[in-house]
């Protein structure tokens, strides 16, 4: 009965948190979530894996600033503004994740790997725009701008275009 009603409340919490959730975001197209509260799509994979079937395939590719900076501008487009998140708005994502290695939501972002991510840096020096973000075990933040680092390309929602929805 004990073990019955332990699978029970470990059920329900694993609903909760799927509700919270898709409270929070919504799969708006494939491998794209909107991030309602916060006014952001996002890109559910890493650059260098590709979202198929739920799952991010491949391996996440670890690039200079320059390399992330420039990837991001290749990917942009009128229609789909694609660009470095914000220090807080990448911040934003993490959330302890108690089953998996992550600090970030595995059903949202699958096969998010533990390691460092570019934000946006700023211009003339180190502040929180220069900062990067470690989706590791509970989560890590560290400034710096020196190094190779993963890229979760972000768009405001109110800046894409339908077409770019379109899949």
Request: glycine share 8%; hydrophobic share 40%; charged share 20%.
């Amino acid at each position: 009965m004990k073990r019955a009603l332990r699978a029970v409340l470990a059920l329900s919490l694993a609903l909760t948190g799927l509700s919270q959730a898709s409270e929070r975001f919504r799969f708006v197209a494939e491998g794209r979530v909107e991030d309602t509260g916060n006014g952001l799509v996002w890109m559910r994979c890493s650059l260098g894996q590709r979202f198929h079937e739920g799952r991010c395939l491949g391996e996440a590719q670890r690039y200079s600033l320059s390399d992330a900076e420039t990837r991001i501008d290749a990917l942009a487009s009128d229609d789909c503004p694609w660009r470095l998140p914000r220090f807080f708005e990448l911040r934003g994502l993490m959330q302890p994740n108690m089953a998996e290695d992550t600090a970030i939501n595995g059903d949202v972002f699958p096969d998010t790997p533990a390691g460092w991510y570019w934000t946006q840096v700023s211009a003339g020096g180190h502040s929180q725009q220069d900062c990067f973000v470690d989706f590791a075990g509970c989560g890590r933040t560290r400034c710096n701008m020196a190094g190779q680092f993963h890229v979760r390309p972000v768009m405001a929602t109110s800046q894409a275009s339908p077409a770019c929805f379109a899949d």
